[in-house]
């Protein structure tokens, strides 16, 4: 067993097909194939349903591994080049998108200052985007709001975020008040996130305990997005309140939901494998920037 038989067992699975594969790994189809083959020989096993592409259980096992021993890998490399004087690397860094929207630039000030020689690389996307790219290796380290949608993965609670109702600041959509409850809400048209999805998951749990039921006019997997009808008159949204921009401030608010709770953000790691040592450096820098007080934006609360 090598790790060209491991690194082909990934590729597969992860393109779907073995000439995909052997495209991602610039090699030819047949040394894809031979590679899977021989990995399955001395396993004793099959681990590709040739007619799905889907791992075999047996495959799901092999995958797992297959994926840790790859990224311990990538991480002795970067660790021999952080060994000198100054911490070098690539770190790939996923964040729900609101929480980008304001700690990023403080990220990159902070990389500037105190790690030149490490190049970030940033996703921003959904819990259900970027879980899985942290679960296959492809983020480092990910913002994430909770709860997670898999227990496996490794996290440090960095704040909690009010939720709020986003209205028009003038006109008659406007709402008076400084908070409502839940049960306000059922006479609106509201656009919520999607269901299932780890925020929808807290705002249906609310909705549970305050024997509720909310109606959404849209549903969405996107939060700036969801955010972007509500500004474009679509409807009234719950959102966390760092979703409002600072340019649309004198036009929209958020009232507090009095019976939600905030959501809780978390910084999260891959479920196995040790972090590379620019990993640790950015992980860190993110950690000292929630604590500073001087980063934190209104309708966040350090924990």
Same mark, same amino acid.
């Given at each position: 067993?090598?790790?060209? +038989?491991?690194? *082909? ?19 030819? @189809? ?19 349903? $040739? ?15 297959? $994926? ?19 911490? +070098? ?14 700690? %990023? ?5 902070? +990389? ?62 406007? %709402?008076?008040?400084? @908070? ?30 305050? $024997? ?5 006019? %849209? ?17 009234? *949204? ?17 009232? $507090? %939901? ?7 953000? *978390? ?16 992980? @860190? ?19």
């Amino acid at each position: 067993m090598d790790f060209r +038989q491991l690194e *082909a067992l990934v590729a597969v699975i992860d393109a779907g097909s073995f000439s995909k594969a052997g495209k991602a790994l610039a090699t030819a @189809q047949s040394n894809i194939s031979t590679r899977v083959k021989n990995l399955e020989a001395e396993l004793g096993v099959s681990l590709i349903d $040739r007619e799905t592409m889907e791992p075999t259980p047996e495959g799901r096992s092999v995958l797992e591994r297959a $994926r840790r021993i790859l990224v311990e890998e990538e991480s002795i490399g970067t660790d021999v080049k952080s060994m000198s004087e100054t911490v +070098q690397g690539d770190v790939s860094i996923g964040m729900i998108g609101t929480t980008g929207r304001w700690l %990023i630039p403080h990220l990159l000030h902070a +990389q500037r200052e105190h790690y030149p020689n490490i190049y970030l690389r940033i996703v921003e996307g959904t819990n259900s985007a970027l879980e899985p790219r942290l679960a296959a290796g492809e983020l480092n380290v990910a913002i994430l709001s909770m709860p997670l949608l898999s227990d496996s993965f490794r996290y440090a609670e960095l704040f909690d975020e009010d939720l709020v109702l986003v209205t028009p600041t003038k006109g008659k959509r406007a %709402i008076e008040g400084d @908070q409502v409850k839940l049960r306000d809400l059922t006479k609106l048209d509201l656009l919520l996130p999607l269901s299932g999805t780890p925020l929808r998951n807290e705002i249906d749990e609310a909705c549970e305990l305050a $024997r509720v039921t909310l109606t959404p006019r %849209i549903e969405m997997d996107g939060i700036r997005t969801l955010a972007s009808l509500c500004f474009d008159g679509e409807g009234y *949204a719950v959102l966390p309140a760092t979703a409002i921009p600072a340019h649309l401030k004198l036009g929209f608010r958020g009232i $507090r %939901i009095s019976d939600l709770p905030p959501r809780r953000v *978390a910084l999260t790691l891959p479920p196995y494998g040790l972090p590379s040592t620019p990993t640790l450096a950015v992980h @860190q820098l993110i950690k000292d920037i929630v604590a500073s007080d001087a980063t934190l934006p209104s309708g966040l609360h350090r924990i």
